[in-house]
């Protein structure tokens, strides 16, 4: 036996972890790497070609759009965070994970996924200016006030990330390297610690909460103001335009919210990690290859800049 150690990251006992990932046979590991490689390649697929179509066709170049394209290219960051490495542990024999390569996984994954809840609550506050205020809204939203939100999200990112890295890597791991989980996360690292976790629990279920509270209330408010907005149209076709573009925006606030909050922000989450593996999947890839798909399939204006691409790509 090691002798005993105390918090500091440097004292930590193993130099490695284990990604136990998800249990089954040789057959269903092949399953669930076929399902995982199919929603990444398409997450991929989508959100690049979000990100090209929004960059490319002056029509798109808006602030929706541009915080859009940040949606994706954040879909596309967090979830590429997580699938390369659980693709390549399906069939490795040790699944191992270096102690700095965890603390770098989840860093980056905290850091992309609380930057999208917060850039979420900026879309909705978008969209309250541009139907709320509409003669204020160039103004109000101009290219430069677009960069500092964005900006503003990210910082809001990074802070997170560091306080639940640095707090959960500075933990004792002393009684097993065996994480629970397809990839390194702070409810699972937790049951691997031998001190205290409490402040570790409280800080998990606090940020998160306020992030979900804050959010929600941004998107509630946004939309209470919009649905009043919209019952004073006169024009059927601008009220179906609004409603199609703030469904979309509502369908993605709603998944996210919902699984962050299952996973983060509920009692007994740090000891539900069957249903946390779920979960994670849903958030880890599902979220990110739907996004682009709820933006497209809904905006008409999305469907003319891919038609108008496709053209111009067939005239050369």
Known sequence: MPPHRNGNLSMVYFQDF????????????????????????????GNVTMIMVITLDAHLHSPMYFFLKNL?????????????????????????ITFAGCATQLFFFSLLVTTEGLLLGVMAYDRFMAICSPLRYPITMCHSACIRLVLGTYCGGCLNSVVQTSFTFHLPFCSSNRINHFFCDVPPLLQLACGNTAI???????ICGLIIVGVTF??????????????RMHSGA????????????????????GTVFVMYAQPGAIESMEQGKVVSVFYTLVIPMLNPLIYSLRNKDVKKA?????????AK
């Open 218 to 231: 941004v998107v509630l408010v946004s939309y209470g103001y919009i649905t009043v907005t919209i019952l």
């Open 306 to 314: 891919l038609w108008r691409l496709g053209q111009k790509h067939t």
């Open 72 to 96: 994706s290219f954040l879909d596309l960051c967090y979830s590429s965070v997580i699938a390369p490495n659980a693709l390549a542990n399906f069939f490795s024999p040790s699944k191992v």
């Open 18 to 45: 284990v990604l136990e990932g998800f249990e089954g046979g040789l057959e269903t590991q092949a399953l669930l790497f076929a399902v995982f490689l199919a929603l990444y390649m398409v997450t991929v697929l």
């Open 238 to 257: 601008g009220r179906r335009k609004v409603f199609s573009t703030c469904g979309s925006h509502m369908a993605a606030v709603t998944l996210f919210v």
């Open 200 to 206: 570790n629990e409280l800080l998990l279920f606090g």
